[in-house]
């Protein structure tokens, strides 16, 4: 693909064609410019069929507002359009509306509010806030939810994953598996969330760490079918990579010839004054080979080398892994607590992929739009309760308990103040028999979310690196309460109303309703 058909493909058009169908009904309707409000969020956490996640972990935010400052029509996107044609013959496009759209098509008139990526997410929640022009913040939405929906899904799994490993590291593998340049994302992602490195080069450079990565199968086999051995094979690496050394010890036979030779290789590394890193196993049962390694690696003098872990890992198989090894780790003489310290997971398909739950349901909603100089709510009825949406200008709220554990997010107005309003009335969002009261004893803290990020074209504070991303994301996870982040049948985390915003709520439905069943 020339550079011309890629930025053609990723531009202004980096999007669904009803939102350019709608754009121009908008500018003939005179509400091009009429200002509006869209709320992200998503319905549920993922749910992996035998297993389900009880929370997300933000990600894909720095990517969207770098492709939403970045992107304005180009003459060439205009083109395209212009010669657009509908069934009929006619053009779909009219030269008034792309004027319209040359001058303001961009997303400079825009405000993006939102919650940081690495901050740990729940359903049903404000993520993501745009307020200003209706056809430019209309236009804005496939790309928002292409940014956000898939990074989130990918850094959730990264968070399972990692909290599955019990101290052990997490690397990200699954480039090859990837969905073409999803792999970029997914490797993104994958950092925020609990991945310590990636075999993605150019990722992970571009996010400030080393890329990670050992040797093929077929380096070995290349060198037995020229005569040689499995031994040349990590003789001839190590020499080149002396202080890097990571051995693939499963192409012949992992306990009676790949660790031995890689052992023979150590003992020369270490007598050069070298230290070994580490081997892989890519095969077979990796529990019961892991103890086995560990203990041919400790009666030989390296402890401390790492034993990598790979072959289509999830969190559930590296949990297996870690309760197999704590079982039969003791009867070996291998001490489980110092082998589970020394694992390395690389994890592939199933991060990448997010195996088990390939979507996010993120949906960005109008929830209202200006008449007579006032933002008016704007709510959608369904037939399911939990589809009825949020309606107007609203505020994110998490509050903690006693123990500094978050215990619910509080969706309120805009105008309301929970730091300081007390008790405080968490309604459910669908059963109007649920709600709480929390008394001054029962809150610990109250913090905002929602920050705001870009103001009509400009950036707001600075790009967050990698450790601060990170440390986002460990901070609220330790905040969680343990039974929220279960593998398996997790804790329902409350996401909750304010009184006042689900009066305001009730209010509007009912409303609307009265008016449907009048003209009915």
């Not at 019990?166 to 994958?190: I, P, S």
């Amino acid at each position: 693909m020339s550079a011309t058909r890629r930025e053609l493909s990723e531009g202004t058009l980096f999007t669904d064609f009803y939102q350019l169908t709608m754009a121009q009904l908008y500018f003939r309707q005179g509400l091009g410019l009429r200002r509006a409000r869209f709320d992200y969020f998503y319905r549920s956490n993922p749910n992996y069929g035998d297993h389900a996640a009880g929370y997300c972990v933000a990600a894909g935010l720095e990517w969207l507002i770098e492709w939403m400052l970045a992107t304005r029509p180009t003459a060439a996107e205009l083109d395209r359009l212009r010669g657009l044609e509908g069934r009929s013959g006619k053009r779909l496009f009219d030269d008034d509306f792309l004027s319209f759209l040359a001058k303001h098509g961009s997303f400079d008139g825009l405000r993006l509010l939102a919650v940081p990526e690495g901050r740990v997410v729940h359903p049903n929640v404000p993520l993501a806030v745009v307020e200003g022009p209706l056809a430019a913040a209309q236009l804005i939405e496939t790309a928002l939810l292409n940014h956000l929906n898939y990074q989130t899904l990918v850094a959730t799994k990264a968070a399972r994953i990692r909290d599955a490993a019990r101290g052990g590291a997490v690397f990200e593998f699954g480039m090859r598996r990837a969905h073409e340049r999803g792999a970029n994302a997914a490797a993104r992602a994958a950092l925020i969330g609990g991945a310590e490195l990636s075999s993605n080069t150019g990722m992970s450079l571009v996010m400030g760490v080393k890329p990670a990565g050992t040797h093929a199968h077929s380096m070995v086999q290349a060198f037995i079918a020229l005569g040689g051995s499995e031994l040349d094979a990590f003789t001839a690496y190590a020499e080149l990579y002396p202080d890097d050394c990571v051995l693939l010890v499963d192409t012949v036979d992992t306990l009676a010839s790949g660790v031995p030779n890689a052992i023979r290789v150590f003992s020369r590394l270490k007598r050069s004054g070298h230290r070994p890193v580490g081997i892989r196993l890519d095969s077979g049962d990796l529990a019961h080979l892991a103890v086995q390694s560990a203990r041919q690696l400790d009666a030989a003098g390296f402890p401390e080398v790492a034993i990598v872990l790979s072959n289509d890992l999830d969190e559930l198989v590296i949990w297996q892994i870690v309760t197999q090894i704590q079982q039969e780790a003791p009867r070996y003489g291998v001490d489980p607590t110092h082998l589970l310290g020394r694992l390395v997971y690389g994890v592939g398909t199933a991060l990448v992929t997010s195996r088990g739950a390939s979507s996010l349901d993120g949906v960005y909603k109008l929830v209202a739009i200006e008449d007579a100089g006032v933002l008016r709510p704007a709510i959608k009825l369904s037939e399911t309760e939990a589809k009825v949406l949020n309606p107007g200008d609203k505020k994110v709220w998490r509050i903690y308990d006693g123990r500094g554990k978050a215990t619910a997010d509080l969706v309120t107005l805009a105008e309301e103040d929970p730091i300081h309003d007390r008790p405080l009335e968490l309604r459910h969002p669908t059963a109007d028999h649920y709600y709480r009261c929390l008394g001054p004893g029962d809150v610990d803290l109250v913090e905002p979310l929602l920050e705001e990020v870009v103001h009509e074209g400009r950036r707001l504070g600075e790009t967050p690196t990698l450790d601060q991303l990170r440390l986002r994301c460990a901070a609220d996870l330790e905040r969680l309460d343990p039974g929220v982040k279960r593998l398996m049948n997790p804790h329902v985390y409350h996401v909750s109303l304010s009184q006042r915003l689900w009066e305001y709520k009730k209010g509007l439905v009912a409303s609307l309703r009265r008016d449907i069943e009048a003209e009915a």
